[in-house]
């Protein structure tokens, strides 16, 4: 069954909460990956191979570099779940 | 008709019987790599987990870095180097392709009129050399092959490109394989992925130097000639190398039947720490086993990677002869070679 936003805000928040140590509380969509949620470009790929796996879609490396924020992520996820 | 043919007879099995290494003298520290870049020895650090890489002087040619390790390799083997009937190098950084540097290590080390030849596998050539001498071992074509990785990446090294210029160093590895009655090398999980031959290239082939369409070559700022360098994408590179080569990693270790838990080592092929690191999280590798982190002091040396690693961790005590080690290389092609082994 296909995530709600919200659901996929709280999943990315456990997954940047465990690769990166930031407070679950502190992922929110308005949150930048690199200036906000020291999430860099190595890690940014373990995020998004966490978030493949936990809501079934696929994250070409061409589309990651315009996923800047949590909301863009939740968005592209929202989009192309299955 | 058709004739009887004799095979050769090998032996039942093979193993690395001894490891040998050379690093450059010079030592480079991040400082001097941010005299071309804009960053920081954080930035870098953070990134890739290295600290210093060894830079070949004029002296240290490919040959030379390759004749030390292979002395120290034979020498630790404790066999002459006259034993030596086959020689393998592994190379991307040797700019006189022919002859074979392979022969000239030969006629030099005292191997005679060992066969040898060079191979292009990138960051995996250790363990494709090592799969070869493996084979010519137990078919019988070989009793001691001395597999080699050597490279002087400082070569191939864009200075100005700050997503690579701190990546890679200098330095050869070498390893003597030969005879066991006990399986010392378990089966080869290897390969390439040939679709994803762009990922990680030089930047222009030596022929458009040949040509002179100066549009096609890389300029500096002042409008001169620049020499190739390595090119990669760091994310798709990383994406590949944590978690399809873990897979790879997780098959050698089932194809040798070897439980994680029965590991002494992980030498990994010394690309960046934080594909070491994610890698040794992705296989949930038990906190016993030991990580090779040579990266940290040598830099990315591709083929020369795991065996300089291998000799240090033995020669630091981190790792003991008989230890059971998972080793895997991989990088442009792109190409990988995984298999567990018994170190020597």
Known sequence: ?82 | MTAKIKPAQGSPYARILGVGGYRPTRVVPNEEILKHIDSSDEWIRSRSGIATRHWAGPEETVAEMTLEAAGKAVANAGIAASQVDAVIISTVSHFKQTPAIATEIADRMGAGKAAAFDINAGCAGFGYGLTLAKGLIVEGSARYVLVVGAERLSDLTDLTDRSTAFLFGDGAGAVIVGPSDEPGIGPSVWGSEGDKRDVITQTVPWSGYRVGDVSQLPLGEDGSLKFPALRQEGQTVFRWAVFEMAKVAQQALDAAGVAAEDLDVFIPHQANMRIIDSMVKTLKLPEHVTVARDVETTGNTSAASIPLAMERLLATGKAKSGDTALVIGFGAGLVYAATVVTLP
């Open chain 1, 1 to 82: 069954m296909a995530a709600t936003q919200e659901e996929i805000v709280s999943g990315l928040a456990e997954i940047v909460n465990e690769i990166a140590g930031i407070p679950t509380e502190d992922v929110k969509p308005e949150k930048s990956f690199t200036d906000d949620l020291d999430v860099d470009s190595l890690s940014m790929v373990e995020v998004v191979v966490a978030a493949e796996e936990k809501f079934g879609v696929k994250i070409p490396d061409d589309d990651v570099k315009n996923l800047k924020t949590v909301g863009d992520a939740t968005d592209y996820i929202l989009k192309h779940q299955s």
